[in-house]
């Protein structure tokens, strides 16, 4: 073989490997590099956040009972207290003497009832003797009456019988009037007594109120007064109208803000993890037990029914959280946990065991009659076909990019999907796909443009971006 021949040999296969290098390199430039996961099983939890502050179930604001300047102050804030505990008290001079003094007006109003029954008895004893002295006077008088029809004594004398008699008569019905009267002067004065007695009941309040006393075991948790100071009765939330706040920290609560979106998904007896800013890597167990009804401002706070304001902004729902009293973290913190300590509480509103799931930036929206077309065509739009004006346009289906290999080539086609508990980063799916199955998951831009039928290459390596200074 000639020198001519073999380089033309030589020219042809080079010119030849070129064209084959070519075509690869350019059928390489139109597939799409796509990252891509799996359906996998595993443990969906779905969780709603919420941030608030710690508060007791129950606290007070002890007001102020009586008038006047405080004599002593018994506690200070942090001091756990039991029930029945004496936390203040108020000066007392003028209760004090009320009391004293209708003390004397019992014992002088006993003192008369005791005089009234010793005149009731007196009046029987008369009554006793007049009845006596009636009787004699009715034997005499009957005796004089006998003689006198036999005509044996003078009328004068039989006069004088009649006469006697019907004094003692007048005496007796005289002495059994002034019994009743001394009955009811000693009913009259018991009345007495009893009026006393209750106003004294009265006396003793006011002078009680001087006095106050911790409704519950508790903690106080703001003591706005000094030793000296005047109470002042009747005025709410006026400076002196209130002693002290108690609160009852056997029950403590998380009172959190749910934003509006996410408060759909929380109902009673949820799981809850609350976490305390103050009290670093430690995680109190308890359970929603509270849901408001009412939608409160993000700004103000203000529950919209009672704002006069008609922004759109963003909303929150109160949700109040009990922490567990069987957790032995919450037995350890009781001494530490104050109310309006900062909280966060971590809602547990739905748990999958081993569900299908993907990753929820796999999620696409797209028209499926469109996404079917461009299947079928490879990824582009059909030119002959005319585009149907009169057809009523879906809404858009919920689906995924599935990788499928069609013609010796991966593509990614959409497929429809049905999902349900949404967890932190992936998301359940109940039907359109099974496990293993391999879906485009990202770039956002490739996702974004991504079309049915489409030819992709998988590139999971992690992209890196640079910042402007870097260049």
Same mark, same amino acid.
């Given at each position: ?14 010119? &030849? ?13 139109? #597939? ?20 608030? /502050? ?47 003094? /209708? ?8 003192? @008369? ?24 006077? /009715? ?10 029809? +036999? ?11 009649? $006469?006697?008699?019907? =004094? ?8 059994? $009037? ?16 009893? !009026?006393?007695?209750?106003? /004294?009941?009265?006396?003793? @309040? ?50 959190? *803000? ?18 305390? @800013? ?27 029914? !009672? ?10 729902? *109160?949700?109040?959280?009990? &922490? ?6 919450? %037995? %350890?913190?009781? +001494? ?29 929206? %797209? ?53 349900? #508990?949404?967890?932190?980063? @992936? ?30 290459? =998988? ?13």
């Amino acid at each position: 073989m000639s020198a001519k021949k073999k380089i033309l040999i030589v020219v042809v296969v080079l010119v &030849l490997i070129g064209i084959v290098v070519g075509t690869i390199l350019n059928s390489q430039a139109n #597939v799409t590099k796509v990252a891509t996961g799996k359906a996998s099983r595993q443990d969906l939890v779905s969780i709603v956040s919420g941030t608030g /502050q710690i508060k007791p179930k129950t606290y007070v604001n002890i007001g102020a009972t009586a008038f006047g300047r405080i004599t002593h102050l018994n506690v200070k804030e942090g001091d756990h207290v039991k029930a029945g505990t004496i936390l203040a008290t108020v000066e007392s001079v003028q209760p004090q003497a009320t009391v004293a003094a /209708q003390r004397a007006t019992i014992s002088s109003s006993r003192t @008369d009832v005791n005089s009234y029954v010793a005149a009731e008895k007196t009046a029987e004893a008369n009554i006793l003797q007049a009845k006596a002295d009636l009787e004699q006077k /009715q034997l005499d008088y009957n005796r004089s009456l006998a003689l006198y029809n +036999d005509k044996l004594i003078a009328k004068q004398d039989f006069d004088a019988k009649k $006469a006697a008699f019907d =004094v003692s008569a007048a005496t007796l019905a005289q002495r059994v $009037a002034t019994l009743a009267q001394s009955q009811a002067q000693t009913e009259s004065q018991r009345g007495h007594v009893e !009026q006393a007695v209750a106003s /004294q009941r009265s006396n003793f @309040d006011a002078l009680d109120k001087t006095v106050s006393r911790a409704p519950f075991d508790g903690l106080v948790t703001n003591v706005p007064v000094r030793e000296g100071e005047t109470m002042v009765v009747g005025i709410q939330n006026a400076e002196g109208s209130t002693l002290m706040t108690l609160a009852d920290m056997s029950v403590i609560t998380a009172e959190v *803000k749910v934003d509006e979106t996410d408060i759909v998904n929380v109902a009673l007896n949820q799981p809850v993890d609350v976490t305390v @800013d103050a009290l670093p890597g430690r995680v109190f167990k308890g359970h929603v037990t509270n849901v408001g009804d009412q939608a409160l401002l993000r700004t103000t706070g203000v529950a919209t029914s !009672q704002s006069t304001t008609g922004t759109e902004e963003a909303k929150d729902f *109160k949700v109040v959280v009990t &922490l567990n009293e069987s957790t032995e973290e919450l %037995r %350890r913190s009781m +001494d530490e946990l104050r109310p309006g300590l900062s909280a966060t509480a971590k809602i547990t509103t739905a748990h999958k065991p081993n569900a299908l799931t993907i990753p929820i930036q796999a999620l696409v929206q %797209r028209d499926a009659e469109t996404e079917k077309v461009l299947a079928d065509n490879n990824g582009k739009q059909p030119t002959t076909a005319a585009p149907d004006n009169n057809r009523a346009k879906a809404p858009p289906a919920q689906g995924v990019y599935l990788l499928v290999t069609q013609k010796k080539k991966v593509r990614a086609v959409f497929t429809p999907v049905t999902t349900g #508990v949404t967890g932190a980063t @992936d998301i359940e799916v109940l039907s359109g796909l099974k496990e293993g199955d391999e879906i485009v998951t990202g770039r956002y831009k490739v996702l974004r443009t991504l079309k049915s039928g489409t030819p992709v290459k =998988v590139d999971n390596t992690v992209e890196v971006t640079t910042s402007p200074d870097d260049k």
